[in-house]
């Protein structure tokens, strides 16, 4: 299985609140990602990283900031936490990058476990 | 806008029946299809990339079959272990979505019953 460890696993927090979540691997993947998961929804894409303090927004960023100070951290912060971002939010990472022209790209990602968020 | 619809939502099955589940998909240029299966209270696990139609992956009692417009995940002789949620992604040629570009449908729920 691939390292990846997601924490916190659990938080309740009030609308307003600063939260962070960390992604932490050690399979030192160049691409990390966080991706959110709601009844109804397929997994979208908040945010993701190509490298270490490369990172940039996916389908449903706002709301949402990232940061990558080191190859193994990705971390998804949401500055003023609101009931809209109770979720279950993974983390993934994969080895190949983006979908560029020409390249192969697998849609192999690993995923963590999951943080669940409620903003109450 | 890249599309994706599984169905059913849900399927209930004996252990031993076999059966299909399918990922309906509207993108401009595939460039992929995948499939992963996730348990209860887990992130999803990567099973299989399709990438032209008439292509087919098999891994145990699993099957991935697809076309130019669908692909199916034939489930022969099921056990209980096989219950989770299985999703479908694609990969548009040129993503607009972001790194990946991947586009999941929202899944579809197995139980096999023993």
Not at chain 1, 5 to 22: F, I, M
């Amino acid at each position: 299985d691939a390292g990846i460890t997601q924490s916190p696993r659990h938080k309740v927090t009030e609308t307003g609140t600063p939260v962070t979540l960390r992604c932490h691997q050690t399979e030192n993947h160049r691409y990390m990602y966080w991706y959110r998961q709601d009844p109804g929804h397929g997994l979208r894409l908040i945010h993701y990283s190509y490298g270490v303090k490369d990172t940039d927004k996916g389908e449903v960023s706002d709301g949402y900031s990232v940061s990558r100070s080191k190859t193994e951290d990705f971390l998804l912060t949401l500055e003023s936490a609101t009931s809209s971002q109770t979720s279950v939010y993974f983390c993934a990472i994969s080895e190949r990058g983006p979908a560029v022209a020409g390249a192969l790209n697998t849609g192999e990602l690993f995923f963590g476990e999951g943080s669940r968020l409620t903003v109450l | 806008e890249d599309q994706v619809t599984q169905s059913p939502e849900a399927l209930r099955l004996q252990e031993g029946e076999s059966s299909s589940l399918n990922c309906s998909y509207t993108v401009s240029g595939l460039r992929g299809l995948f499939w992963y299966r996730q348990d209860p209270g887990k992130g999803p696990e990567f099973l299989f990339t399709l990438y032209s139609a008439g292509e087919e992956k098999e891994k145990e009692r699993l099957k991935a079959t697809l076309t130019k417009k669908e692909s199916f995940l034939h489930i022969t002789a099921p056990k209980p272990e096989d219950s989770a949620t299985y999703l479908c992604a694609v990969q548009a040629i040129y993503s607009g979505g972001g790194a990946d570009g991947l586009t999941f449908g929202k899944g579809t729920h197995l139980i096999i019953q023993p």
